[in-house]
């Protein structure tokens, strides 16, 4: 049989495989621990923590979604920054992380910088004469975020990666917002892929997972070692319910982001509406780099009202849309960065990387648009 495709190895992950039973779908291996067949004599798996049938199963269809050599699955999207700060970066090194970074992502870089584990530099990754100069300065690990998180920003991994490595960087991208329906990171030079599989992924806003995919068997030997020393792996039944989310992902992927695209042209047409941000509109600042570099434009949509009172009504008077952090889910969400996502992040640093207090994130979900667009439309002549 030739090769099979992306969409169909998220359907048939797993499926079909068990030898005991045949069962169609693999049984969920709940079991903390495991027999050695003998003296000295271990068998494929020892101790959950270390490793789980289901979750070894979840990561590896991820990975092959990803282009990856293999992936290991954590306890949340947060495990897997972990495991990559501390597998990746050596003490004294340079992190160097978007300025406009998801607030989780930089309150851990941040924490740990303080604590003097490591010196962390933010950088416009859409701006070379940001980020050329601090890769040339040698940085150990270079984090991408692409489309950011909530302004949708796009890089161009492929010319990051290039000269990260040619100054023996390690590249790790988080490919939580376009998934690797839209986006293959690894294909481009990234070195590790980190993903909140809690998020489109998994898909039904019911459990906290996270993934770390590695583009080299060492790299996973390395990173999979670091997981389980930190005892951050995830749990069984997560995986088993990431498995199930992971067969109807395209499906969700494709119908969200349908959505996303109609949403984003009604809210440019809206007076009370500052900005759109959305890589699928010709206004976009990077529509032609996310053209060029990946497949679609994703299902998140943010925009920008007056100020924060616009936005505090704007966010109570929605019914459809849930006031709730998190997304990818097939429920749409909205949420304030300001006062949610990001509400760690400084509040200089959140106006230098442009979340104001109007501005607003919506995470679609695979409703029937029109009902989405009415929701919205009565919340905004509220505003």
Same mark, same amino acid.
């Given at each position: 049989?030739?090769?099979?495709?992306?969409?169909?190895?998220?359907?048939?992950?797993?499926?079909?495989? /068990?030898?005991?039973?045949?069962?169609?779908?693999?049984?969920?291996?709940?079991?903390?621990?495991?027999?050695?067949?003998?003296?000295?004599?271990?068998?494929?798996?020892?101790?959950?923590?270390?490793?789980?049938?289901?979750?070894?199963?979840?990561?590896?269809?991820?990975?092959? +979604?990803?282009? %990856?050599?293999?992936?290991?699955?954590?306890?949340?999207?947060?495990?897997?920054?972990?495991?990559?700060?501390?597998?990746?970066?050596?003490?004294?090194?340079?992190?160097?992380?978007?300025?406009?970074?998801? %607030?989780?992502?930089?309150?851990?870089?941040?924490?740990?910088?303080?604590?003097?584990?490591?010196?962390?530099?933010?950088?416009?990754?859409?701006?070379?004469?940001?980020?050329?100069?601090?890769?040339? /300065?040698?940085?150990? +690990?270079?984090?991408?975020?692409?489309?950011?998180?909530?302004?949708?920003?796009?890089? /161009?991994?492929?010319?990051?990666?290039?000269?990260?490595?040619?100054?023996?960087?390690?590249?790790?991208? /988080?490919?939580?917002?376009?998934?690797?329906?839209?986006?293959?990171?690894?294909?481009?030079?990234?070195?590790?892929?980190?993903?909140?599989?809690?998020?489109?992924?998994?898909?039904?806003?019911?459990?906290?997972?996270?993934?770390?995919?590695?583009?080299? @068997?060492?790299?996973?030997?390395?990173?999979?070692?670091?997981?389980?020393?930190?005892?951050?792996?995830?749990?069984?039944?997560?995986?088993?319910?990431?498995?199930?989310?992971?067969?109807?992902?395209?499906?969700?992927?494709?119908?969200?982001?349908?959505?996303?695209?109609?949403?984003?042209?009604?809210?440019?047409?809206?007076?009370?509406?500052?900005?759109?941000?959305?890589?699928?509109?010709?206004?976009?600042?990077?529509?032609?780099?996310?053209?060029? @570099? @990946?497949?679609?434009?994703?299902?998140?949509?943010?925009?920008?009202?007056?100020?924060?009172?616009?936005?505090?009504?704007?966010?109570?008077?929605?019914?459809?849309?849930?006031?709730?952090?998190?997304?990818?889910?097939?429920?749409?969400?909205?949420?304030?960065?300001?006062?949610?996502?990001? @509400?760690?992040?400084?509040?200089?640093?959140?106006?230098?990387? %442009?979340?104001?207090?109007? +501005?607003?994130? +919506?995470?679609?979900?695979?409703?029937?648009?029109?009902?989405?667009?009415?929701?919205?439309?009565?919340?905004?002549?509220?505003?």
């Amino acid at each position: 049989m030739s090769e099979l495709s992306r969409v169909t190895k998220a359907v048939r992950a797993g499926i079909n495989t /068990d030898p005991v039973f045949g069962a169609v779908v693999p049984p969920i291996q709940l079991s903390s621990t495991y027999t050695f067949s003998g003296y000295d004599e271990r068998r494929e798996h020892v101790y959950s923590r270390s490793s789980n049938p289901t979750r070894d199963l979840l990561g590896k269809a991820i990975a092959e +979604l990803e282009s %990856g050599y293999d992936g290991l699955i954590t306890s949340s999207g947060t495990g897997a920054c972990l495991v990559c700060v501390e597998a990746l970066l050596p003490v004294g090194g340079t992190l160097l992380a978007p300025f406009d970074c998801y %607030g989780g992502s930089w309150r851990l870089f941040d924490a740990k910088a303080r604590k003097g584990h490591f010196e962390l530099r933010l950088v416009d990754f859409t701006d070379e004469s940001s980020w050329t100069p601090a890769i040339a /300065d040698q940085p150990s +690990l270079v984090w991408l975020e692409s489309p950011s998180n909530p302004l949708l920003r796009v890089s /161009d991994i492929a010319q990051i990666a290039a000269a990260a490595k040619a100054v023996g960087a390690t590249v790790v991208a /988080d490919n939580t917002f376009a998934t690797p329906a839209l986006l293959r990171p690894i294909e481009l030079g990234a070195d590790v892929v980190v993903h909140s599989v809690t998020k489109y992924l998994n898909g039904h806003s019911d459990l906290v997972a996270g993934a770390v995919v590695a583009a080299t @068997q060492d790299l996973h030997t390395e990173l999979s070692w670091w997981a389980n020393a930190l005892g951050v792996t995830g749990s069984a039944l997560d995986s088993y319910l990431s498995l199930r989310g992971l067969r109807t992902f395209h499906l969700r992927m494709a119908a969200a982001q349908q959505n996303a695209a109609e949403i984003a042209d009604f809210l440019v047409q809206q007076p009370t509406v500052r900005n759109v941000y959305y890589p699928g509109l010709k206004t976009h600042p990077s529509h032609e780099l996310a053209t060029r @570099q @990946q497949s679609g434009y994703g299902a998140i949509v943010s925009f920008e009202l007056a100020d924060e009172a616009a936005a505090a009504s704007f966010l109570n008077s929605t019914s459809l849309f849930c006031l709730a952090e998190s997304l990818g889910g097939v429920e749409s969400l909205v949420s304030h960065p300001a006062t949610m996502t990001h @509400q760690a992040v400084p509040e200089a640093l959140r106006e230098a990387a %442009g979340i104001t207090p109007g +501005l607003i994130r +919506l995470s679609i979900g695979v409703e029937d648009v029109a009902d989405l667009i009415t929701d919205l439309s009565q919340a905004l002549a509220n505003v």
